[in-house]
């Protein structure tokens, strides 16, 4: 028999603050549950294995673009909405496929694994500043000064966004980001985003202009010169949808990786102690981060056609919720879930997706962090420390600290 569960709950300051107990609660009754009428979506799936197998079938379950709205928004009616449904995270096969294998090329483990002295440059010059910003017991604000940076900092690289753009770049990233959580289309988040879009779409159409004039060797001017080779593999409006939402995701889920997991690591000092004692474990640390807090909570899909999943009957037409955090919680997988616990033999998570539609970055962000962290703990050690209290997250899409004040000296 299949539960009928509400979700109202997910919208609660109490279950924003912390909404495992109701993850928790959705798995005692089985991987998937129908949705009390009145919500947007009619079903939710929580269980593991039912939701990786939601996830990989991308020709019964697919991601919102513009065939399912029922008419393509425009550039004009709606910016923030056409560059998300512009972009290779928002479209469905076959052109999600075209797109996809051109930023493939960027995201090879070849090319990701080269950047790592840049990433490690770029690390010590931040924690260069951090020092300084902490000298004499002063406190310093982690998201902003190297959280936000580093990610930031090496997709520039990548794509080519100069560096002296990148700190502008921050809030019309969180302002995008705002209408992606549940509940967040507000008519002043819309408005906010809208114009987000615009200054960021007018941003890299200059920096395309620019290469097309003056090429170099970054993504930007690899993507101008597959356009001006042959138009069918990427329009203009799609060249600078993908550029925002791939520097967007690039460096926003990155962030909150390096700010919830030294949350994670401050509230548990042995754990810290022992990271900070053998910094080869940094692989480990951070997939169990990416476990226990991942920053992106849920992902939606539009069922095309009649099906089952885990034996629950799922009719065609419907929007199902799929709910990554807490697949990443599934005691049926994880034993004693709620547990950090970077020692787990089960390490394989739905963190980055799945299917298709599976992160582009997921290698580029998982060196972040493990470079990030374990060059943060070997320069500054115990004398990290949190200044004030962080406070809790609320938000279920791109979950993380928007300020986390350190001490880093003693």
């Given at each position: 028999?299949?539960?009928?569960?509400?979700?109202?709950?997910?919208?609660?300051?109490?279950?924003?603050?912390?909404?495992?107990?109701?993850?928790?609660?959705?798995?005692?009754?089985?991987?998937?549950?129908?949705?009390?009428?009145?919500?947007?979506?009619?079903?939710?799936?929580?269980?593991?294995?039912?939701?990786?197998?939601?996830?990989?079938?991308?020709?019964?379950?697919?991601?919102?673009?513009?065939?399912?709205?029922?008419?393509?928004?425009?550039?004009?009616?709606?910016?923030?909405?056409?560059?998300?449904?512009?972009?290779?995270?928002?479209?469905?096969?076959?052109?999600?496929?075209?797109?996809?294998?051109?930023?493939?090329?960027?995201?090879?483990?070849?090319?990701?694994?080269?950047?790592?002295?840049?990433?490690?440059?770029?690390?010590?010059?931040?924690?260069?500043?951090?020092?300084?910003?902490?000298?004499?017991?002063?406190?310093?604000?982690?998201?902003?000064?190297?959280?936000?940076?580093?990610?930031?900092?090496?997709?520039?690289?990548?794509?080519?966004?100069?560096?002296?753009?990148?700190?502008?770049?921050?809030?019309?990233?969180?302002?995008?980001?705002?209408?992606?959580?549940?509940?967040?289309?507000?008519?002043?988040?819309?408005?906010?985003?809208?114009?987000?879009?615009?200054?960021?779409?007018?941003?890299?159409?200059?920096?395309?202009?620019?290469?097309?004039?003056?090429?170099?060797?970054?993504?930007?001017?690899?993507?101008?010169?597959?356009?001006?080779?042959?138009?069918?593999?990427?329009?203009?409006?799609?060249?600078?949808?993908?550029?925002?939402?791939?520097?967007?995701?690039?460096?926003?889920?990155?962030t909150h990786l390096l700010g919830n997991g030294l949350t994670l690591l401050?509230?548990?000092?042995?754990?810290?102690?022992?990271?900070?004692g053998d910094l080869s474990l940094a692989p480990r640390y951070v997939e169990?981060?990416?476990?226990?807090?991942?920053?992106?909570?849920?992902?939606?899909?539009?069922?095309?056609?009649?099906?089952?999943?885990?034996?629950?009957?799922?009719?065609?037409?419907?929007?199902?919720?799929?709910?990554?955090?807490?697949?990443?919680?599934?005691?049926?997988?994880?034993?004693?879930?709620?547990?950090?616990?970077?020692?787990?033999?089960?390490?394989?998570?739905?963190?980055f997706g799945g299917g298709a539609h599976y992160c582009l970055g997921a290698?580029?962000?998982?060196?972040?962090?493990?470079?990030?962290?374990?060059?943060?703990?070997?320069?500054?050690?115990?004398?990290?420390?949190?200044?004030?209290?962080?406070?809790?997250?609320?938000?279920?899409?791109?979950?993380?600290?928007?300020?986390?004040?350190?001490?880093?000296?003693?």
């Amino acid at each position: 028999m299949v539960v009928e569960v509400s979700l109202a709950s997910l919208h609660t300051d109490e279950v924003r603050r912390d909404p495992y107990p109701f993850y928790a609660e959705l798995h005692r009754h089985g991987p998937v549950c129908r949705v009390a009428p009145g919500d947007r979506y009619s079903y939710v799936v929580h269980g593991y294995e039912a939701s990786a197998a939601v996830l990989r079938d991308s020709a019964t379950f697919k991601v919102m673009d513009s065939t399912l709205l029922g008419a393509k928004p425009t550039w004009e009616g709606n910016r923030a909405h056409a560059v998300f449904m512009n972009s290779v995270f928002f479209t469905n096969a076959p052109r999600h496929t075209r797109m996809r294998k051109m930023f493939n090329q960027a995201f090879t483990p070849r090319r990701v694994n080269a950047l790592e002295p840049a990433i490690d440059r770029m690390t010590a010059d931040l924690l260069d500043r951090l020092a300084e910003q902490a000298a004499g017991g002063a406190k310093v604000d982690f998201m902003s000064e190297f959280a936000f940076p580093l990610p930031a900092n090496v997709l520039g690289e990548l794509l080519g966004v100069p560096e002296a753009d990148r700190a502008w770049y921050r809030p019309r990233a969180l302002a995008l980001g705002a209408i992606l959580e549940l509940g967040g289309t507000t008519p002043d988040n819309v408005a906010a985003a809208n114009t987000a879009a615009e200054e960021i779409t007018g941003y890299f159409a200059d920096l395309a202009a620019a290469r097309r004039k003056d090429p170099r060797d970054d993504l930007v001017t690899a993507l101008v010169q597959a356009l001006e080779a042959d138009g069918s593999q990427l329009s203009e409006e799609e060249l600078l949808a993908n550029l925002i939402v791939v520097f967007n995701a690039g460096f926003v889920t990155t962030t909150h990786l390096l700010g919830n997991g030294l949350t994670l690591l401050l509230e548990r000092p042995d754990e810290l102690a022992r990271l900070r004692g053998d910094l080869s474990l940094a692989p480990r640390y951070v997939e169990e981060i990416l476990r226990y807090e991942v920053p992106t909570h849920f992902s939606v899909r539009w069922c095309a056609q009649d099906t089952e999943v885990a034996g629950v009957p799922i009719p065609a037409g419907c929007w199902v919720l799929v709910l990554l955090a807490a697949a990443n919680r599934d005691p049926a997988v994880f034993a004693s879930p709620d547990l950090f616990d970077p020692d787990r033999a089960e390490t394989s998570t739905l963190s980055f997706g799945g299917g298709a539609h599976y992160c582009l970055g997921a290698a580029l962000a998982r060196l972040e962090g493990q470079r990030g962290l374990a060059m943060l703990l070997e320069r500054f050690g115990a004398a990290i420390r949190l200044a004030e209290p962080p406070g809790t997250p609320r938000q279920l899409m791109l979950r993380g600290h928007e300020q986390l004040w350190l001490h880093l000296s003693d």
